[in-house]
């Protein structure tokens, strides 16, 4: 069974700090490893990261993967309360269509 | 630009009744699934389908059925409404291959 894991659960943090969020998985026929924003409603796409070593970067937020240890972080480098949400993983397979098993996130709050 | 619409986006509904969630993409993407997110837990797939026509079973398929008869269209039915099935009900589409999914703003439905 695929299994995608996020730690930690949950993180308080103050603006101006840097985090990091974890990511691991066992999965069989690993395609990508996509990261995802929850506000109040839906997910939005951050990254999605296939290769290796790759930094994938987007201002503040940048996302690595190791293929080979089978975990992705994401980095949040100065922090704004802007950034509070909860952070989705997600892995997508070769089965099932490529759809997406997901972590069950972690929760951001940064405080002012 | 509409993306990915759901209807409705609140329902209460009494335990053994029936109801359809409604799910429309306007961005010709093939590939479409339904999740339902649970407090504290990550996104579990339902149903998806790879294209018009073709469906298949995620994770938690049980109680639903879905049917895929255009491209745009992915409709939910819950059979017979249980209080486990309390969740919120996101729908998503991608282009498929290796692509970010597109989540819809979610259903909150209660079954009392």
């Known amino acids: 069974e695929d299994k995608v894991v996020q730690s930690p659960l949950s993180l308080v943090v103050h603006e101006g700090d840097t985090v990091t969020l974890n990511c691991s998985y066992e999965?069989?026929?690993?395609?990508?490893l996509l990261w995802y924003k929850q506000e109040k409603k839906a997910p939005t796409f951050l990254f999605m990261l296939?290769?290796?070593?790759i930094e994938k970067k987007s201002g503040r937020l940048s996302s690595i993967l190791d293929k080979k240890e089978l975990f992705s972080i994401l980095n949040i480098t100065a922090t704004q309360t802007g950034d509070s949400a909860v952070y989705l993983c997600a892995v997508a397979t070769l089965d099932a269509g490529n759809m997406l098993t997901f972590g069950g996130g972690t929760r951001l709050m940064v405080k002012p | 630009n509409a993306g990915v619409t759901q209807t409705p986006k609140f329902q209460v509904l009494k335990t053994g009744q029936s109801m359809t969630l409604q799910c429309a993409q306007d961005m010709n993407h093939e590939y479409m699934s339904w999740y339902r997110q649970d407090p504290g837990m990550g996104l579990r797939l339902i149903h998806y389908?790879?294209?018009?026509?073709?469906?298949d079973q995620g994770e938690v398929p049980n109680g639903y059925n879905v049917s895929r008869s255009t491209t745009e269209d992915f409709p939910l039915r819950l059979l017979s409404a249980a209080p486990s099935q309390t969740s919120v009900y996101f729908c998503?589409?991608?282009?498929?291959?290796?692509?970010?999914?597109?989540f819809g703003q979610g259903t909150r439905l209660t079954v009392v």
């Open positions: 999965v069989t026929n690993f395609r990508s």
């Open positions: 998503a589409s991608s282009y498929g291959g290796a692509a970010e999914a597109f």
């Open positions: 296939t290769s290796s070593g």
């Open positions: 389908s790879v294209g018009a026509g073709i469906t």
